[in-house]
């Protein structure tokens, strides 16, 4: 099982990502180069790169499973105002060579809100962007995340992952990063997620999927939400979760949780317990809390 979940980059950079998935219990992780929400971000450090590839390796994490997440406030669905459009694109060339620079190979992406235009034109949008950016020389992969459908968000159901991914010329450097918690909102019931994964196998390809983001949700299915819940304690619910991490047919993809902190403590060290054991844990708080005091 590759597991692992959101963790910081700060200003020990790969090398305390790498510290922190470990302290978890983790084997693989994602992390933003910057905060996820701006695009400020610092220069990468080649030492703490080459120090955190040789942590790697003594902790069994292999590189080729971690991930980078793009910020959220990039958007590349929507060309109205030209200069934001070209500004998303150029910042995601930047980090795209940020990780190729760390030997990174995935990077995820939100496909955009489509905000007063027409979703196939918002579509559209988004693949001539990543067309923009990939090239044949490109090294990490795009993934796609699927998303909610709050606001008007894209890439909400496997037609539109789909549309986007035909209209991309180099499909070998596009994938999909699909997420529990988005999938619930947008309407697919995670227990019946092997039908879920019948229809995207038919209609995209289930190699195409190269990271599954695993929360449980605040909401019920179809709210168009996007609320995330720690692992049990959402509408999801913890059988219906470790069924997919433990999916046979995703079992060489990373699992990743992007579940709410206990307060100012990550719950991820219990909640990759969880999964290990395969048990539901009813004291999260209090062990989390138990843990970082
Ligand atoms: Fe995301
Ligand atoms: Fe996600
Ligand atoms: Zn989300």
């Known amino acids: 099982m590759i597991i692992g979940s959101h963790v910081n980059f700060g200003s020990e950079q790969l090398l305390g990502s790498a510290k922190q998935a470990v302290s978890f219990g983790a084997n693989t992780f994602m992390f933003y180069t910057g905060a996820p ?72 992406v939100h496909p955009g809100n489509a905000l007063k235009i027409d979703r196939m034109e918002a579509l559209n949008n988004i693949a001539e962007a990543i067309n923009n950016i990939i090239t044949t020389e490109t090294m990490p992969m795009i993934l796609l995340e699927t998303m909610a459908g709050k606001g008007t968000e894209c890439g909400i159901n496997i037609y539109e992952i789909n549309e986007i991914l035909n209209k991309v010329n180099l499909k070998e450097k596009v994938g999909v990063c699909l997420d529990t918690c988005h999938l619930n909102d947008s309407g697919i019931d995670i227990s019946k997620f092997d039908e879920y994964l019948n229809e995207f196998d038919e209609k995209i390809g289930i190699e195409k999927i190269k990271c599954v983001h695993v929360n ?55 909640e990759i317990d969880m999964i290990k054991s395969k048990k539901f844990n009813p004291n999260l708080e209090e062990e989390v809390n138990k843990l970082y005091e």
């Open 37 to 108: 929400q701006n695009t400020i971000r610092k220069d990468i450090k080649d030492d703490l790169t080459d120090e955190a590839i040789k942590y790697m390796k003594e902790n069994n994490i292999d590189i080729n499973n971690v991930i980078c997440h793009a910020p959220y406030i990039i958007n590349l669905a929507n060309k109205e105002k030209e200069d934001s459009w070209n500004f998303s694109i150029s910042f995601l060339k930047n980090e795209i060579n940020r990780i190729t620079k760390m030997g990174i190979n995935y990077i995820v």
């Open 216 to 270: 449980d949700s605040k909401n019920e299915i179809g709210t168009h939400k996007d609320r995330h819940a720690n692992l049990g304690y959402g509408t999801i619910g913890f059988e219906n979760l470790i069924n997919v991490i433990y999916n046979a047919r995703l079992k060489n993809v990373p699992k990743i949780l992007e579940t709410p902190w206990i307060g100012e403590y990550p719950p991820y060290k219990i």
